[in-house]
């Protein structure tokens, strides 16, 4: 079986990024939106929610997961 590789491993720290606060926001805008569930408001608050805090996430996760990464090889070491 051939995998299709849509993206250059040169941005894979970007689409990592992208999946990374994607999946995150998405989680947290579903639990701070689980108070609209009875009114029957949960998915639309839940969408909005999560599309705000995606963009804001995005850029954050971004930048910081280079430095991240870098501060984590510094403390840890090989097997």
Do not use: N
């Not at 299709?4 to 894979?12: D, N, T």
């Not at 930048?63 to 840890?76: D, G, N």
Request: hydrophobic share 50%.
């Amino acid at each position: 079986m051939t995998s299709i590789r849509l993206i250059p491993q040169r941005y894979q720290h970007v689409a990592f990024g992208v999946v990374q606060s994607g999946l995150t926001s998405c989680i947290a805008a579903g639990i701070a939106s689980v108070s609209f569930w009875t009114d029957g408001g949960f998915f639309k608050h839940w969408l909005m929610s999560w599309l705000i805090s995606w963009g804001l996430m995005l850029p954050v996760v971004i930048i910081a997961a280079p430095a991240i990464e870098s501060l984590i090889s510094r403390v840890t070491y090989p097997d």
